[in-house]
């Protein structure tokens, strides 16, 4: 095989694993903004609100656990830098 046919293989794989990840972030979240909202839901139901409420919620959470990780990890990269 050639260098640049190695090159291009890994690209090419490179490509792949990004396509995967991105698709694997996608499932995470739809589940995580179900679970939220499952677990919202009898909150909301007890406190006599609109269950509409609880997918919002649950959106809510996602976005704030993704801020929190994103914080976390630059703080992360930032502490480990030499």
Do not use: C
Request: net charge positive; no cysteine.
């Amino acid at each position: 095989m050639s260098e640049a046919d190695r090159k291009r293989q890994e690209k090419a794989e490179e490509n792949l694993g990004k396509a995967v990840m991105g698709i694997a972030w996608i499932f995470f979240a739809i589940k995580f903004i179900v679970i939220a909202s499952v677990i919202a839901l009898p909150v909301v139901w007890l406190l006599h609100k609109p269950l509409w409420i609880a997918p919002i919620i649950g959106v809510v959470l996602y976005i704030l656990w993704r801020v929190v990780w994103r914080a976390f990890w630059r703080f992360v990269t930032w502490s480990t830098r030499d």
